[in-house]
Structures are given as C-alpha cells and as structure tokens.
C-alpha cells in the first residue's frame, strides 16, 4: 500500500433515499435526525469523521467513512477503502426519496430548490393573474391543518413541499382545492416526474469494484435493511425499526394513490 494513500476505514454509497445517513448516524452518534420533515425518520450528518464524495473539500487525516450517491470514480486511484457498501437504485429507494421530498419543509436550499424545480414542471403562468399572497396563504394553512395528510402540521409559520405543490397544481390545472383531487395530484407527481423510473445509467449500477477498495458488498435496499445482513456491526432490531418506520411511510403514500400491485407487495 502506497504510504501517500489515505486510508478509509468503511465506505458507503447509496442511491437518494437509500438510507445512508441513518447509517453514519448510528455510526457516530449525534443529533442528527431532521426536523423540518414530516417523515420524523429522515437523518442529516455532519459527522466529522465522514467525507462526502462530491462535496469538493479536501480529503483529511480524520476522515474514516467515504459516503456519497455516486461512485467515487475521479479518487478511487488515490485512496484505500478496507470495506464498502454500495446500496443500489431501486423502486424502494426512488419512492423513499419522492416521499421525504415531498414531506420536507423548504427551510434549506436544498428543499427550496426541489420547491422551485417542481412548481417549475407544472407551472401555468396564468395561474398567477389573479395572484392573492395573503389569501392563497390561508387556503393553504387551512387545508393543511383540517387535512393532516402525513401528519403533516402547520408549524413555524411553514407547511411542508406538497403541501405548497398540491396548491399549485390545483391553481394550474382549475382543479378545486379539496382532498379529493388529493389522488388526482400524487398520481401526476407520480407519472410526471419519473421517479419510479430505474436509471439504467446510474454509476452504483454500471461499477462493481476496484483495486483500491478491498472489500466490497453491492446491495439491494431490502437485502440490506430487511435481513440480519452485518452494515458495518450496526444492531440489526435498530436498524429493522428505522426500516419499519419507511415502509409504515410507503404504505401511506400507496394509499392515497397505489402504483401497479406495489401496496400489496408491501403488506
């Protein structure tokens, strides 16, 4: 082993929605679980010992875990991974990001310019000739609070990203603001931004290995998080609660509109 390499302890990739952060997480503890989501199952790290693939900030002597979505092509050549999991794209993993998108509250730039990307998509400009802030605010905290679709709450002033869609999509399409055009919404969510669409390109798919990483485990979500599969000796009862707590959340959005036979699958 050449001595200019740094060294990782573990490695860790996944596909959006994955489950990764819950993992570092339990790997070095914090308080990282997110607030500002109606899911109360979503983690953020800033673990120092982590360094995340794509950040563009230099590697460090205190980074033990390689994490990131994508496969760390432009710095394998550079580095030592001793052990690495790779996640894999999925139906699971695509449904679980659509969700924890969806039920986020656009409190960070990464949540508002998810908001602005899909109000974006479905966009009429006539929508906005009879543009009412105040008013339109009110439908939207009322239909929040008297609705609580994921327990979803009006809380500090904010709802969360569907909330804010729903609204939109109702006002572009001169559909009435009542939850049963609810189904009508999530469906063309569903249908017009192919989430649920494997990406047959996605690099955690097309690589498998490479000499610098000695140990690797290409996985499914459900290989990983619904069996006593080892993830880095994480306790296995932990790890089986936080993937009850997703499928729990798969269930509710498949019940407000199912895609093919996959709610069945579920139960």
């Avoid at 339109?136 to 009006?154: D, G, L, R």
């Avoid at 969510?189 to 669409?197: E, L, P, R, V």
Wanted: proline fraction near 3%; glycine fraction near 6%; include cysteine.
């Amino acid at each position: 082993m050449s001595n200019d390499k740094h060294v990782f302890d573990k490695g860790l990739l996944w596909a959006s929605g994955g489950g990764g952060f819950f993992v570092v997480d339990q790997l070095y503890p914090g308080n990282n679980i997110v607030t500002n989501s109606d899911t109360n199952n979503e983690y953020r790290t800033i673990a120092k010992e982590r360094y995340f693939y794509g950040s563009q900030f230099d590697i460090e002597p205190h980074h033990e875990i390689l994490i990131g979505h994508h496969w760390s092509t432009d710095i394998l050549d550079k580095i030592i991974v001793n052990k690495m999991v790779v996640i894999k794209p999925g139906f699971i993993t695509e449904l679980l990001l659509f969700i924890k998108r969806m039920t986020a509250r656009p409190d960070t730039i990464p949540n508002s310019m998810w908001l602005i990307r899909m109000i974006n998509r479905i966009e009429n400009k006539t929508m906005f000739e009879d543009w009412n802030n105040f008013g339109h605010s009110v439908e939207v905290m009322h239909f929040t609070k008297s609705n609580a679709i994921f327990n979803s709450e009006f809380k500090d002033n904010q709802v969360n990203n569907m909330m804010y869609l729903f609204f939109f999509y109702c006002r572009s399409r001169g559909l009435v603001y009542t939850i049963e055009n609810f189904p009508v919404f999530i469906e063309a969510m569903y249908k017009d931004h192919g989430y649920f669409k494997l990406q047959t390109d996605h690099s955690l798919l097309n690589n498998s290995s490479h000499p610098n990483i000695k140990n690797i485990d290409i996985l499914e979500y459900e290989e990983v998080f619904h069996t006593d599969y080892d993830l880095f000796g994480i306790d296995n009862d932990i790890k089986k609660q936080y993937a009850e707590k997703n499928k729990e959340l798969m269930r509710k959005m498949l019940g407000i509109k199912n895609i093919g036979n996959k709610l069945n699958e579920l139960q």
